[in-house]
């Protein structure tokens, strides 16, 4: 069923020259193998180099809105970052990221599940990406930020064991997982559930929850940015940078004049486009 989803008209694909420009970005000087050692090179790479944001959403939010929302297409989401150091939420990376897998010549397939916290839709609410190497699943998910590809096999429980960015998946019985990370603004476990009646979906679908993300969501109203590092995880949003750590997290208040320097100092995002986000909205719904 994942092969008839993967191979549609509409389908967006990688041109092999911009497939050449990200990797020369993500540093490599030649084309990874398409085997696990391969994957997790790729992977490791992205979740240093490319953010968990909204910037580009927000931008979005501040124009007339008479094209898709920005981002959705894996080809504009890719040339955004190579041009000017910007990510995506869930639904633009993860497009991102199961188009640069097929391109590498993995053989990946789309998914959805629901991240699980208050007050927030529940049913397909995060997109994800599964690549399969010698019969075992991997999670090649930007959001996650593991460093690492998590195997999923049935039955077993599993753990990237990399530190602040571990990823660990628990079986259910009825097949799935649920899958625990850490992100830069919560001290706690963040639970993610696989939803097998979404695996595989296709780059339709993936734009359609996009869309219902951009009517109800943590995202649309109030700048939030976070990158991975080795050893650390900085967030910036509210006024506030919070950098996570294995001692905890620091809070630094920001000033608004200061934002712009972090922005491109910290997260690598162009001048021009910092210029372009628009300011917090009053009473914004954020996700801290």
């Keep these: 069923m994942s092969s008839v989803l993967a191979i549609t008209a509409n389908e967006p694909r990688l041109s092999p020259e911009l497939v050449e420009r990200v990797l020369a970005k993500l540093g490599f000087e030649r084309r990874p193998s398409v085997d696990l050692e391969g994957l997790n090179e790729v992977y490791g790479a992205i979740c240093s180099r490319i953010p968990f944001d909204n910037a580009q959403k927000r931008i979005w939010f ?3 809105r008479q094209k898709p929302a920005t981002g959705s297409d894996p080809v504009e989401f890719f040339e955004n970052w190579l041009k000017h150091g910007t990510g995506g939420t869930c639904w633009p990376t993860n497009g991102g990221m199961y188009a640069l897998a097929s391109a590498l010549g993995f053989h990946a397939r789309r998914t959805a599940g629901s991240v699980i916290v208050p007050d927030y839709p ?12 010698d019969g075992v699943e991997y999670v090649f998910d930007l959001p996650f930020g593991a460093f690492k590809a998590l195997p999923l096999v049935p039955g077993e429980t599993a753990s990237t064991e990399t530190g602040i960015h571990n990823l660990r998946a628990v079986p259910r019985d009825d097949g799935g997982f ?4 850490h992100l830069g603004w919560a001290p706690m476990e963040i639970p993610y559930r696989s939803e097998p009646e979404h695996d595989p979906v296709d780059h339709a679908f993936f734009l359609k929850r996009y869309e219902i993300a951009n009517r109800v969501g943590y995202f649309n109203t109030t700048l939030l940015a976070m990158r991975r590092f080795a050893d650390s995880i ?6 506030k940078k919070l950098v996570n750590t294995e001692n905890g997290i620091e809070t630094v208040e920001i000033a608004t004049a200061q934002r712009k320097a972090v922005l491109i100092e910290e997260f ?14 009053e009473g914004g719904v954020t996700a801290f």
């Excluded at 690598?268 to 909205?281: H, K």
């Design 268 to 281: 690598g995002f162009s001048e021009e486009v910092v210029v372009m986000i628009p300011p917090d909205e």
């Design 234 to 239: 900085i967030t910036l949003g509210r006024g």
């Design 178 to 181: 649920d899958m625990y990370w």
């Design 62 to 64: 501040a124009s007339d």
């Design 122 to 133: 529940q049913g397909a609410n995060h997109g994800s990406v599964l690549v399969e190497i």
